[in-house]
Structure formats: C-alpha cells, structure tokens
C-alpha cells in the first residue's frame, strides 16, 4: 500500500485582497470588467483565478481596476475567474482551494460548455465568461505553481503563440505543449487553439503560488503584455510594474505527459522543475513499481508535482530543448 506523500507546506507570503468590491463587474457577468476606448484596435484580456489559490493574479487584476487603467484604443477586459474557489481560500489547507467541482482550466471545449447535462460550479462560470471569451484577440492568462520553480510562459503548440511569447518576452523559459488529457484550457479555446486565426493566447506562471516574487513576475508580464498589444502605453501602467529585460529565452517542447495510473507514484529526487537531464535512460520517477525513464538526451522536466496526485493526473510533462 502507498503512502500518500508529505510535502513541505510553502509559507503564504502575499495579503490575498478582498475582490468582493469587484463582484458587480461592468460587461454583464460578475467580476468580468470590459472597457471600450472608443478607437478601433483588439480586444486584450488578462485573466486571473483560473485556479482559485493562484492569489498573483488576482492581486495583477485588482491592481490594475484601482488603477483605473484604461485602453487608448481597441478593448480591455479584466478579469477574476474562478471566484466561488478564491472564496474558499484557508491557509491552513491552502492547495484545497484550487477548484470547487472540477479543474476551470480542463473544460474549454464547445462540446462541454455545449452539453448541459453536465453541471459544476467551474462549469456555470465557464459558460458565463464564454461569451466575453468568444470576442477576444489576444488573451493573458496567470498563473502559479504548486513548486517553487523558475516562472515560464506556456505558447500552447502553434507558431502563433510561441511568437507571442517571444514577443512578450518573460519570463525567459517558453513551454510549447498540447495541454492536458484531462481537458482543454482556456488558452487553448476555441480561435486560441487554431493556426488559422489570428486570435492568440499565452499563459504565464509567475511562480510558487503564494511567494512574493510571483507577484512581481505576474505585474511584469502583464505590463509587458498590454505594450505589446498596442492598446496601452508605458506611462499608463502603474509604476515599478515592468522589470528589467530577461535573460534570452529558451523553447522547451513538451513531447509527452507523464500521467499517474494509481496513488503509486513517487519521484526520483526533490524536483521543483526545469532540472535538466543529459541522458536518455535516466530514472525520473517510479509509477505502480515501475521506473519512468527519460527518453532523450537533455529532457527537461516539466512542472513536476505530486500535491494533486491521483489516478488520471498529469503529474508531469516532459520536454526537449529546442535548439
């Protein structure tokens, strides 16, 4: 029998604000604001609380409402998601709080949304944000960690979003991958997800979930990302957001999940993620008394964590530096 495993509880260093003032929003769905310049240009989305205790988003989105921030052309939204989950937020359980019913990020398919039999909390808000989804043109998604690990954007697979990321520019490291067996994301949804459309999307995480420095990664890429929408310019972001330049990024392609079968899994060693290993054949981990290997030379190591282990869950994704 499996132990289930301990994990070293991360200190919650940020004040999670209080974003009840926001619950009327502007655009006809709670915590949704929309703003219209007035002159044509896109329509730009940064969204927060995918996962209800990835708190840096959140703290990103209120801060730019306070603010006031608003477009010189094209649209704005700003957005709180999954707010029946950050209401739940308890530090003394802090990773419980990550969804009601069912993971936001897993359900963005026409076919899902579609199908009312289906019913959750995650769900209902999913289909009460699709409408403002279905107008977007370049979307910013944040979010954090479970580990303490370097921060990374992740493009999806298409050239699109990889261009976005490189244009964005931070963090330095750019995940390309096809998402989660489980479900699709809401970077993925719909045009997002479509090399023919222009529509283009990108997900950032800044950080372990509850660190300071998750903080400022998340205002940093946000601010990077209105610039470089067009819809904004440096003297209308709030000050201190933008950091220096980032080292010069590096394509990590994700080319396989490795996915817990049963509670039978355990790593090979403390990782965080982006280790580094130079040989094909290395053991990673073990699953169901097995030894997963890596299966090329230099494999990059993923966001590993076992803090949501269960049969079915992607515990970590596998990737190749492209040269």
Avoid at 14 to 40: C, H, K, L, Q, W
Avoid at 89 to 113: E, G, K
Avoid at 119 to 134: F, G, I
Wanted: proline share 7%; net charge negative.
């Amino acid at each position: 029998m499996t132990s289930t495993p301990a994990f070293e509880a991360y200190p919650v260093e940020v004040e999670f604000p209080d974003i009840r003032p926001y619950a009327a929003g502007n655009a006809g769905i709670p915590y949704v604001y929309t703003f219209d310049s007035g002159v044509p240009g896109p329509h730009v989305m940064v969204n927060a609380l995918t996962h209800g205790n990835e708190v840096c988003g959140a703290i990103t989105v209120a801060g730019l409402l306070a603010h006031g921030l608003r477009p010189r052309r094209g649209y704005l939204t700003l957005a709180f998601a999954n707010v029946d989950a950050y209401a739940r937020f308890d530090a003394a359980q802090p990773d419980a709080s990550r969804y009601v019913d069912q993971d936001f990020n897993r359900v963005w398919t026409s076919a899902v949304l579609d199908d009312l039999s289906r019913d959750s909390s995650e769900l209902r808000r999913a289909r009460a944000m699709r409408p403002v989804l279905d107008t977007v043109d370049l979307l910013l998604d944040l979010h954090s960690m479970h580990e303490k690990s370097r921060p990374l954007i992740v493009s999806g697979p298409l050239d699109k979003g990889i261009a976005l990321a490189r244009a964005v520019g931070a963090p330095a490291d750019v995940i390309v991958d096809e998402g989660h067996p489980e479900g699709r994301r809401m970077r993925d949804y719909a045009d997002f997800g479509d090399a023919a459309s222009a529509r283009n999307a990108i997900l950032v995480e800044c950080g372990q979930h509850w660190e300071t420095s998750a903080v400022t990664v998340a205002r940093d890429s946000t601010a990077r990302f209105l610039l470089q929408s067009g819809i904004v310019e440096a003297s209308d972001l709030p000050s201190g957001w933008l950091q220096p330049a980032a080292p010069a990024q590096r394509v990590i392609r994700v080319t396989e999940p490795v996915v817990a079968t049963t509670m039978d899994f355990r790593f090979a060693g403390a990782y965080t993620g982006l280790e580094t290993f130079a040989k094909a054949g290395e053991i990673i981990a073990w699953r169901d008394g097995q030894p997963v290997v890596t299966p090329y030379d230099d494999c990059v190591l993923v966001m590993p964590s076992l803090r949501q282990l269960r049969p079915g869950v992607t515990v970590v994704r596998l990737g190749q530096l492209e040269r």
